[in-house]
């Protein structure tokens, strides 16, 4: 049996790659450089069709043992260093920037926008706001519930997406409703992992049939788009975990030293991208007069990840963890506080 974290991280690196260009693309698209629409359109559909769902299912593959392990009170404590803190720092740190710089961005940001953190979260600081809720949300739900409870979990969660459109009544329940699915499909993954560790090269040549096939009805023949939602919307996303999964399964067969950085280094990634995207944007379109969408979208893409990655080594070297999570050192009080929450 493969390493069990390699998959994994392959398949955070696929899904920040594509969070990465996902992003850079849009912001070339919205800043009004030379770029098909149609065309744009459509990958973006397919790549929000379901490259966050698979970041909520991959937060779900460790949630129940981890539940176990340090019990409600001590789980959530830790996603509020491991999520909520690197929230907070990074929405500010990126939203002051972007305040600093809105002339040459294409929005306007403004410091009230930036500091409604709490209840209007912005840019891709959205996923970390909802993952927290859903942390949350599944920390109760699943505190007394054993594995039996796994799929019909799944399925509640599945009756729920495809109804929040009529449920939704603020963020909050539209983050959960949105997302929590996904999370709850990654919980229940443990139940069938071993088939597909077994099965893996099967299962993606399956499972990639099966994504082509979906994709290309999805948005050409049906002429949909991710944002639909409903039913199709789920089925789309399903098949594409699944089919990332196998395929991420297949791929730890081959070690990759640099693959696995990126993947490890996925939570980096994803909150300092949208700076490094964003200047190179810039720096190419205002300052070097550059329109080519192809050296917009590779150089951006790149130093979107490599700027980041440069940015953990610098991290790890000095000793500067704390732009990531909270200092270790912990009072008195906090720990009989998490004692009396476990």
């Known amino acids: 049996m493969q390493e069990r974290n390699v998959w994994v991280d392959y398949a955070k690196a696929i899904g920040i790659i594509l969070v990465v260009y996902g992003h850079v693309a849009r912001g070339v698209f919205n800043a009004g450089l030379p770029m098909d629409e149609a065309e744009f359109v459509l990958v973006d559909s397919i790549i929000y069709s379901f490259h966050m769902p698979l970041f909520f299912f991959l937060s779900g593959l460790f949630f ?61 600081f959205w996923f970390l706001y909802a993952l927290f809720l859903v ?18 979990f799944v399925v509640l969660f599945g009756v729920l997406f495809v109804f929040q459109q009529d449920l939704t009544i603020n963020n909050m329940t539209r983050f959960i409703l949105g997302n929590t699915v996904f999370f709850a499909l990654g919980v229940w993954f443990n139940e069938v992992k071993a088939f597909f560790l077994a099965r893996y090269a099967q299962l993606a040549l399956f499972f990639g049939a099966l994504f082509v096939i979906g994709q290309y009805l999805f948005h050409v023949t049906f002429g949909m788009n991710y944002t639909d939602g409903g039913l199709p919307v789920l089925a789309l996303a399903t098949v594409s975990i699944f089919f990332m999964i196998a395929l991420s399964m297949w791929l730890g067969q081959f070690r990759v030293d640099w693959f696995l950085f990126i993947g490890a280094s996925s939570m980096t990634i994803y909150l ?4 490094a995207g964003s200047g190179v944007r810039v720096i190419l379109s205002k300052f070097l007069g550059i329109d080519s969408i192809a050296a917009h979208l590779v150089v951006g893409t ?21 732009l990531l999570a909270p200092p270790k050192r912990i009072s008195a009080s906090h720990l009989r506080m998490r004692k009396a929450m476990a």
Not at 135 to 152: E, G, M, N
Not at 310 to 317: K, P, T
């Open 64 to 124: 129940f043992d981890s539940l176990q392990k340090r019990g409600r009170g001590g789980l959530i404590i830790n996603k509020v260093d491991t999520i909520v803190y690197p929230f907070i720092v990074w929405s500010l740190l990126q939203g002051l920037f972007e305040v600093a710089l809105s002339n040459y961005t294409n929005g306007q940001v403004t410091l009230t926008e930036v500091l409604s953190l709490l209840w209007m979260p912005r840019a891709q």
């Open 302 to 322: 790149l130093i979107g990840i490599a700027a980041p990655l440069l940015a953990q080594v610098v991290i790890d070297r000095f000793k500067l963890h704390f």
């Open 272 to 275: 300092m991208h949208i700076l």
């Open 135 to 152: 942390f949350v949300v599944c920390t109760f739900l699943y505190a007394r519930a054993d594995r039996r409870y796994f799929l019909p």
